[in-house]
């Protein structure tokens, strides 16, 4: 039975079984590699994707469990020809090292964003907690995830979108 759902803003049909993991389901079906997984606990953050416009990790969530929902994952933020703005955050700052924990990084980022738009340093630090830089690459992501914001409300007017 295929379970329907949206990834990026396009309906799909999702065919795996409905108890596998969405991060499973992201790269294994859809060919979506930009969540990782890390731990498979929910202890790491580098599956992170957004459900319904909230962060959520996808190595904890059933396939079952996002019927009907609407997924982005960090592909869905921009293209390399045509990167989001917090992707082009990202990239100016040189946040990434190994860059395996990034993709989610933004995608928590982006939730942050999305439902507050003048998040401060606190508001910023405290999404991130959810979220591991083994690299220590930290203070390059919080330079990125202001930098996204600043350009975000600067381009509000213009009516741009995270
Ligand atoms: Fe999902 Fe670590 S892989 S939280």
Known sequence: MATGLTI???AVEAVSDPETPLLYVLRDEFELNGAKYGC???QCGACTVMVDGEAALSC???????????VTTVEGLGTIDDPGPMQRAFIAEQAAQCGYCIPGMMMRAQALLVSNPEAD???????????????GTHMRILRAIRRARDELQRTSVEGETP
């Open 60 to 70: 904890l969530m059933p396939l079952m469990t996002v019927e009907g929902r609407d």
């Open 121 to 135: 340093e606190a508001d910023i630090r405290q999404a991130l907690e959810w979220n591991l830089c083994r690299c």
């Open 8 to 10: 990026n803003g396009a």
């Open 40 to 42: 498979g606990l929910g």
